[in-house]
């Protein structure tokens, strides 16, 4: 504190401090990160499936994402909506950013069989949207050794 109090001094006036009250600073903080909290959890998919596993470097995804999502039982999704394969293109042409030159991000349960993966990405890619990115939960691979467990 910039105060001083030496016997000298006779006059009532303290000198001014220079230091900042950082208390607003912290209460700002703490309802920006409870924004954050309530509005992270709206912002992703709740199509359950189950991703495999990937170790490559994360991307950077856009603000809003554009999911396809493709659950065991070979059912189509457009975010939260099913559709129809052959209503595919037109459920992603109705979608927010109209753009064909935006990416979409496909994710497949595990059990999907890779033929049916491809006949998805096939019908983007006829439909107009060549940009596919796969989604993959981070971590360690299946096959690898760190993720087996012995008997």
């Known amino acids: 504190m910039g105060v001083s109090l030496a016997e000298g001094d006779l006059d009532d006036d303290f000198g001014e401090s220079h230091e900042i009250n950082v208390t607003p600073f912290i209460d700002v903080i703490l309802v920006l990160l409870i924004i954050f909290m309530v509005a992270a ?28 999502s493709i659950k065991p ?14 209503n595919l293109v037109s459920a992603l042409d109705r979608t927010a950013d109209g753009s064909k030159d935006r990416f979409i991000f496909l994710r497949a349960d595990r059990g999907v069989p890779y033929g049916e993966l491809m006949d998805v990405m096939e019908i983007l890619r006829t439909g107009g949207y060549p940009k596919v990115k796969l989604v993959a939960v981070e971590g360690v691979p299946q096959g690898s050794a760190a993720s087996q467990t012995s008997p």
């Open 41 to 68: 959890p709206l912002s992703t998919v709740d199509v359950p499936v189950d991703l495999p596993s990937s170790t490559a470097t994360p991307q950077k995804k856009p603000d809003k994402p554009t999911y396809v």
């Open 73 to 86: 039982d070979l059912s189509v999704f457009v975010g939260e909506e099913q559709v129809k394969r052959t």
